[in-house]
């Protein structure tokens, strides 16, 4: 008796059904949704429901992050939505610049003293 190879099914009894994992570490997560690690944990910072712990693991349950990825605006809304925040990020902005000129004279001012300090201690 000669055994013959059976036939592959048919293209109209192949299903499509595509598994997605329920769950996974963030470099899943960054595969899967095409964003970084640190916006992946300002996303869980925002929304804790949306990672697990074990250990010292962190889990991205997809679900949750499906939902918040079809909760973002539009790409209509989206140009609506910067325009509001331009002036808390010009806020932000000037915050900064300010910090960064109080850095530098508190480091000139150090300077300053530090080379007095060691003008006296100069010896003739």
Same mark, same amino acid.
């Given at each position: 008796?000669?055994?013959?190879?059976?036939?592959?099914?048919?293209?109209?009894?192949?299903?499509? #059904?595509?598994?997605?994992?329920?769950?996974?570490?963030? #470099?899943?997560?960054?595969?899967?949704?095409?964003?970084?690690?640190?916006?992946?944990?300002?996303?869980?910072?925002?929304?804790?429901? /949306?990672?697990?712990? +074990?250990?010292?693991?962190?889990?991205?349950?997809?679900?949750? +992050?499906?939902?918040?990825?079809?909760?973002?605006?539009?790409?209509?809304?989206?140009?609506?939505?910067?325009?509001?925040?331009?002036?808390?990020?010009?806020?932000?902005?000037?915050?900064?610049?300010?910090? /960064?000129?109080?850095?530098?004279?508190?480091?000139?001012?150090?300077?300053?003293?530090?080379?007095?300090?060691?003008?006296? #201690?100069?010896?003739?």
């Amino acid at each position: 008796m000669v055994r013959k190879r059976a036939r592959p099914p048919a293209p109209a009894e192949v299903e499509t #059904f595509i598994e997605l994992p329920f769950c996974g570490d963030v #470099f899943a997560a960054e595969r899967r949704y095409g964003i970084s690690r640190r916006t992946l944990f300002r996303l869980a910072k925002d929304h804790p429901e /949306a990672v697990r712990r +074990i250990g010292a693991r962190t889990l991205w349950l997809f679900a949750v +992050i499906d939902e918040l990825v079809m909760r973002l605006p539009t790409t209509q809304e989206a140009s609506d939505h910067r325009r509001c925040n331009l002036p808390e990020a010009k806020v932000l902005s000037d915050m900064r610049k300010r910090a /960064a000129a109080a850095r530098a004279a508190r480091k000139a001012k150090n300077a300053a003293a530090d080379a007095a300090v060691a003008e006296l #201690f100069v010896q003739p």
